[in-house]
């Protein structure tokens, strides 16, 4: 089966710019996750949704960030206006099952750079 | 909320020697323990996952073991391989999401 794809893989934008980073989950995972991993911290949770629905996205840094899953199928994340502290690796993750017990699959990631 | 740490942050040993991170978390309520490995350009990769009701488990050259009365688990690697030098990071998992460690830079020299 594919896996999670997410593009682009990398992103150069200025400080002030709007980005919109997309995420294709496996074909039939209910469950999509958005993380963010900034230089030699820890993959930090951002946002999970179940279909369509936010389930949660107690890990949102601001309202700046905006996640979308239209369909219930891919997803988007847009940035706007992005700001120097944005910068990292942002992965999503797709999981068949809502419940405790089970990994993810992530994507190979957005490398997203704020200059 | 869970907090996850992960030490040694780099681990450096040489091809054939045994490697081991180490990790507690915070949350008694946590119940699932996945270790993923992250090679350069890619996201990711689960290699091994341990739940709550289980001290130990083996896949070939890794284990993990859990302690749920300390609240630590670890992983151990055997025999370690040039390929297997990488970025690896534990996780813990109580209802829907995962929190994940710092992760663990490790190098292993032919």
């Known amino acids: 089966e594919a896996g999670v794809t997410q593009f682009p893989s990398h992103s150069v934008i200025e400080k002030g710019q709007t980005v919109t980073l997309r995420c294709d989950p496996i074909s039939g995972h209910d469950n999509l996750y958005w993380y963010r991993r900034v230089m030699g911290k820890e993959i930090k949770f951002l946002l999970h949704?179940?279909?369509?629905?936010?389930?949660?996205e107690s890990g949102m840094p601001n309202n700046r960030f905006l996640a979308e899953r239209t369909g219930g199928t891919y997803s988007t994340l847009k940035v706007q206006p992005a700001e120097l502290e944005d910068s990292g690796v942002y992965f999503c993750?797709?999981?068949?099952?809502?419940?405790?017990?089970?990994?993810?699959?992530f994507g190979s990631g957005t490398r997203l750079t704020v200059v | 909320g869970e907090n996850v740490e992960q030490h040694p942050s780099t681990l450096s040993v040489q091809e054939g020697d045994s490697a081991v991170i180490k990790c507690t978390y915070s949350d008694s309520a946590s119940n699932y323990f996945p270790w993923y490995k992250q090679e350069l350009g890619k996201g990711p990769q689960l290699i091994i996952d341990i739940r709550s009701n289980v001290g130990e488990k083996k896949d070939q050259r890794i284990a993990v073991t859990l302690n749920k009365t300390a609240k630590h688990f670890s992983l151990h690697i055997t025999e370690t391989q040039p390929e297997d030098s990488a970025v690896y990071f534990c996780?813990?998992?109580?209802?829907?999401?995962?929190?994940f460690g710092k992760g663990t830079m490790l190098l292993v020299s032919p």
């Open positions: 949704f179940v279909k369509e629905s936010k389930q949660d």
């Open positions: 996780a813990a998992r109580g209802d829907s999401t995962l929190t």
């Open positions: 993750a797709s999981s068949p099952w809502t419940g405790a017990g089970y990994g993810y699959t």
